[in-house]
């Protein structure tokens, strides 16, 4: 069993920055991958970042790469997700999700994840 727990969302103008942060507990393993997935109202929820715990490979999805940043600090069984140059179309709900076996985590398909947060609320004004 995997707890996760968002943090770190507000309401910023666009143009500006946010990190997200997702606290991790339970058993993980070396191929268990975290992602950060997004949903908009009346829309699906999608893949944005995600990475293996080791070794670290990273994914995003075409509309946040250059923009957003996955990272972890293992130590702190805690992973990250910087957002800069935030536009209106980044508002949603952000959500923490971990595919124990690390299945699914280059493509970020929310079935293949199993344990997820309650997430984080994002808000971009123009």
């Known amino acids: 069993q995997v707890q996760l727990v968002e943090s770190g969302g507000g309401s910023v103008q666009a143009g500006g920055s946010l990190r997200l942060s997702c606290a991790a507990s339970?058993?993980?393993?070396?191929?268990?991958?975290v992602g950060w997935f997004r949903q908009a109202p009346e829309k699906e929820r999608e893949g944005v970042a995600s990475?293996?715990?080791?070794?670290?490979?990273?994914y995003y999805a075409d509309s946040v790469k250059g923009r957003f940043t996955i990272s972890q600090d293992l130590g702190k069984s805690t992973v990250y997700l910087e957002v800069n140059s935030l536009k209106a179309e980044d508002t949603g709900m952000y959500y923490c999700?971990?595919?124990?076996?690390?299945?699914?985590?280059?493509?970020?398909?929310?079935?293949?994840?199993?344990?997820w947060g309650q997430g984080t609320q994002v808000t971009v004004s123009s």
């Open positions: 990475m293996y715990r080791d070794p670290s490979s990273t």
């Open positions: 999700a971990a595919s124990l076996y690390g299945i699914g985590c280059s493509k970020m398909s929310p079935p293949d994840f199993d344990y």
């Open positions: 339970g058993t993980m393993y070396r191929n268990t991958c």
